[in-house]
């Protein structure tokens, strides 16, 4: 027993010793509790909407206080155009759209009844019936307010309409972030461990002394990657095409240009982990544990980023993942162009830059 002891004694001396395992047992959980506290929620909230009033009475106007004094919806605008609001969709500047007939409060007033149009971007399905859940329920209330006090019942009719998912596909919301994912993990799974492994079995030497340049190295060791990881892509777009029945509503060919860029982006990431770590181990937990969690939770497809505070909105900004499934949306479910998703590709471009930067500035730094 007492050597029993004298061994656990001695394995405490080397926790106590080693600051990455006290990393992982108390920092780790800590981030994690953290974080998952505030973006885990199924609430939707500060919800970029719109109202076309072409009613403009005073109805219309006390529900549209309504719904702006509801702290799940920002409104962008309260006078609009219909053409406006559909080109703040295909933006992405809204969520959902408000839009009251010309013959509103009359139709209320003297028939009883009056129809309100609802439209929501159904690619995020989850969150378009929210959304329409939330607007019923204010237009119920009003109604309620409306028949304390009147002789007849009036009704309020919601006219609900779904954008680019009629069918509340979850698979189209479901498909992007899935693809995000697992190209964030895969890639910089890859790559990570490619240098340090390198340095594990001794081979350093060789290619220190060969002729080659450091960022041909680099290169040499990120484009099979890339072949692989593009064969991927087009594995996981088959398969959302053909057995997820997901269609590909934009060009084939800009999503495989934006993709690859994203891959490159990736993989430097990888080689970033690679250079500055000493073991396959602590490269692949970098790359897997340490990339999962932030793109499952900052991408966009699990949890709206809107809900978050706004620290942690800001650190969404940093994660490439996320801009990638801003585009996958705009390009495979709108429909659109690259001058829909131009702001985004010169972020995962700028990302890219610094990475293989970094990169290759610490591969020097070895080398010397």
Same mark, same amino acid.
């Given at each position: ?8 004694? !001695? +394995? ?32 939707? !909230? ?32 309260? %006078? ?30 003297? /028939? ?26 204010? &237009? ?22 779904? &954008? ?22 895969? @890639? ?9 492994? +390198? !340095?594990?079995?001794?081979?350093? +030497? ?14 040499? !060791? ?25 269609? %590909? ?8 240009? +934006? ?5 490159? @982006? @990736? ?8 250079? %500055? ?68 590709? %010169? ?19 070895? /080398?010397?």
């Amino acid at each position: 027993m007492k050597q029993l002891l004298v061994f656990i004694r !001695k +394995e405490f001396y080397h926790v106590f010793r080693d600051q990455r395992t006290l990393l992982i047992l108390f920092g780790l959980p800590t981030a994690q509790i953290l974080l998952f506290g505030f973006t885990l929620s199924s609430e939707v !909230k500060n919800v970029n909407l719109a109202v076309v009033d072409f009613a403009r009475d005073v109805v219309s106007q006390q529900i549209i206080t309504k719904i702006q004094s509801s702290s799940y919806f920002n409104l962008q605008q309260s %006078v609009m155009r219909y053409d406006d609001m559909q080109r703040a969709f295909r933006e992405g500047k809204i969520k959902a759209a408000v839009i009251f007939p010309t013959n509103f409060n009359d139709d209320l007033r003297h /028939l009883g009844t009056a129809q309100v149009q609802l439209i929501t971007d159904a690619s995020d399905p989850n969150t378009a019936k929210i959304i329409t859940n939330y607007i019923t329920a204010i &237009l119920g209330g009003y109604q309620q307010q409306l028949n304390a006090v009147a002789a007849v019942p009036h009704q309020i009719q919601t006219e609900t309409r779904m &954008l680019y998912n009629p069918d509340m596909n979850g698979s189209l919301n479901f498909i992007p972030g899935v693809l995000a994912l697992i190209l964030m993990i895969v @890639c910089t799974t890859l790559t990570s461990v490619s240098i340090v492994r +390198e !340095k594990e079995l001794g081979t350093m +030497e060789v290619l220190l002394v060969s002729p080659f340049k450091p960022i041909l190295v680099l290169i040499a !060791k990120a484009v099979p990657y890339l072949v692989l990881s593009l064969l991927d892509f087009i594995l996981i777009l088959l398969l959302s095409v053909y057995v997820l029945n997901v269609r %590909v509503q934009g060009s084939i060919f800009l999503l495989f240009g +934006e993709s690859a860029l994203f891959i490159i @982006c @990736c993989l430097s990431l990888g080689l970033l982990i690679s250079n %500055v770590t000493a073991s396959q181990q602590v490269a692949m937990l970098i790359s897997m544990m340490g990339m999962m969690l932030p793109t499952m939770l900052f991408t966009g497809f699990m949890f709206p980023i809107e809900n978050m505070p706004v620290p942690l909105q800001v650190i969404s900004n940093l994660v490439p993942s996320r801009w990638y499934y801003l585009i996958v949306k705009a390009i495979m479910l709108k429909g659109l162009g690259f001058g829909a998703v131009w702001k985004e590709t %010169v972020v995962l471009v700028s990302m890219t830059l610094v990475l293989l930067g970094i990169s290759l500035k610490n591969f020097n730094i070895r /080398l010397a």
